[in-house]
């Protein structure tokens, strides 16, 4: 062997030792499984040379295969990473346990390229290496690299460096495993919890999976089958009518009529007339006799929303009809009995009302035989993003859009903002970023602008039109890093600026290099 030759072996070794010297101290340093592998894969890449790289984890739950960390890929090429134990080169290798060198992928039928990463280039060009993951004797995952091809390397070395870095990050890559199998069980015990819930509490036109939401559900199917009087509380906005509905059709009475009447929206003057009707000629324009609401809901349900703004002059004869369930048509004299259920709502105090004058106390107490307060939106935080993906659903069909997702800063202003306006406001929010989407995705600049103003300090003094282009351009770089998996390269080819311009922006704006998910919002 010449100088030479020994010289170029002796650095060869000095790089492999530097290297699993790196991955040591990495294992030693966090406890972070997310972190021990994705810095795994960085410094293989860095050192090793790889064109990209992947550990794969089976999941004995499920029983496939899944990629557990990339370096290298899209976002949208690794959710397609799923194998099949024995399927493709990756399958075998975790199925048999033995590693597989392939010096030429374009030579290997059993290459999948599932992912679809190598689909435009030219695979003669390229090697793969792939070897298992053991605990013990058992193969739970693989490691699997692209490097460039050289017809005078037989890949012997670098396989047995890839079983020593495989061996090295057994351990960790044991508890993704565990966990991510824990994380499947939880997902189906959720799911089948859920499902439970739905179909013995939760009303289908009521959207919310909330705890206070969840004793909601539980009190309206207490109620729904009796025929008690139900006073629906809570600010405007919150959903009272929907309450209302779910009352009337998870009751024996579903099947016979549904009647509402807004007691703000009708003059004083005709509110009685609405409720009881009137008889031909029993005032001017009266010129047929006409049947009230009362009348039409017999048998069924009537719900009376804002109660609170019902005239004082006609509460005396509403109460009537509660305690007898009869009444006179306006400019009548026979007397008419309704079998009819009362669901009163109001956003009004009754209380504060009743201490005015406004409202009679016996009124109140005959009507609060079953109070239901509807929470407002700020206090089921959880249900936004629920009833945001309700929302960009039913809007998408109804203007022919095709929405994919809500990006994390929007999902951040959602999620910050009181909403005072509740359920209404924020299925109007939904709606209006539906229309100005043009990208299939919902970002935080096609909210209303009410709730831009949450993500800044009220202390300190905005930058007007310049803060606004700036963290509008923030957010498309975010999302492009996020989309490309963080390849910078990719990110500025699609959105059409030199690398540089890139590189310059995301140190300008915070944005790391794998990606939009690092970026504090």
């Known amino acids: 062997m010449t100088g030479l030759q020994c010289m ?3 650095e060869h070794c000095s790089c492999e030792l530097s290297l699993l010297y790196e991955i040591s101290a990495i ?7 997310e972190t021990v592998l994705n810095s795994v894969m960085e410094t293989m890449g860095r050192h090793v040379g790889i064109q990209r790289g992947i550990i794969t984890i089976l999941n004995r739950s499920r ?5 557990g ?12 990473g799923h194998y099949q134990p024995g399927e493709g080169i990756i399958g075998r290798v975790i199925e048999t346990g033995n590693p597989v060198a392939i010096p030429r992928i374009a030579d290997e039928p059993d290459f999948l390229d599932r992912t679809g990463a190598r689909r435009n280039q ?3 060009s390229i090697s793969f290496v792939c070897v298992p993951i053991k605990a013990g004797t058992e193969a739970i995952g693989a490691i699997g690299i692209d490097i460039p091809y050289n017809p005078d390397n037989t890949l012997d070395g670098i396989m047995k460096l890839m079983m020593i870095i495989a061996a090295s990050i057994s351990q960790a890559v044991r508890l993704r495993q565990a966990r991510e199998e824990e994380m499947v069980k939880l997902r189906e015990e959720n799911e089948r919890l859920q499902a439970a819930l739905q179909t013995q509490y939760r009303p289908s036109s009521v959207i919310g ?3 206070i939401m969840r004793l909601l559900y539980q009190q309206i199917d207490q109620v729904s089958s009796t025929g008690a009087t139900v006073l629906l509380l809570g600010e405007s906005g919150v959903g009272k009518e929907r309450i209302a509905h779910a009352i009337h059709y998870n009751s024996p009475r579903a099947e016979a009529p549904f009647i509402k009447l807004n007691c703000a929206a009708i003059p004083e003057s005709l509110i009685e007339s609405e ?3 009137h008889e031909k000629g029993a005032f001017t324009n009266a010129v047929n006799a006409r049947k009230g609401r009362f009348e039409l809901a017999d048998g069924g349900t009537i719900f009376l929303d804002e109660i609170g703004e019902m005239p004082m002059a006609v509460q005396a004869t509403f109460l009537r009809v509660l305690q007898e369930r009869e009444f006179e048509r306006v400019g009548g004299c026979r007397t008419i009995r309704v079998n009819v259920r009362i669901i009163a709502a109001t956003n009004r105090n009754l209380e504060k009302l009743i201490a005015e004058g406004r409202f009679r106390e016996d009124l109140f107490y005959r009507i609060n035989v079953f109070p239901l307060v509807i929470p407002p939106l700020r206090e089921r935080k959880t249900d936004i993003l629920l009833l945001a993906n309700h929302f960009i659903e039913r809007f998408s069909k109804e203007h022919g859009k095709k929405i994919r997702s809500i990006s994390a800063p929007a999902t951040h202003l959602l999620m910050s903002y009181d909403w005072p306006g509740n359920v209404r406001e924020l299925e109007n929010c939904i709606e209006r970023a539906v229309i100005l989407s043009t990208d299939g995705n919902l970002h935080s600049y096609h909210l209303p602008a009410g709730l831009q103003k949450t993500r800044r300090d009220p202390n300190t003094r905005t930058g007007g039109l310049q803060e606004t282009m700036e963290s509008v351009e923030r957010e498309i770089l975010r999302e492009e890093l996020k989309r490309t998996g963080g390849n910078v390269s990719r990110a500025a080819a699609n959105l059409g600026i030199t690398e540089r311009m890139m ?11 794998k990606g939009a998910e690092d970026v504090d919002d």
């Open 27 to 33: 294992l030693s340093q966090s406890l972070d499984i």
């Open 8 to 10: 170029s072996r002796l």
């Open 209 to 211: 999976n909330s705890k």
């Open 122 to 124: 030219d695979t003669r």
């Open 275 to 277: 409720l009881f009707g």
């Open 63 to 67: 029983g496939d295969i899944t990629i």
């Open 69 to 80: 960390e990339a370096w290298g890929y899209g976002m949208g090429e690794i959710e397609k």
């Open 503 to 513: 590189g310059l922006r995301v140190v300008k704006y915070g944005l790391k290099d």
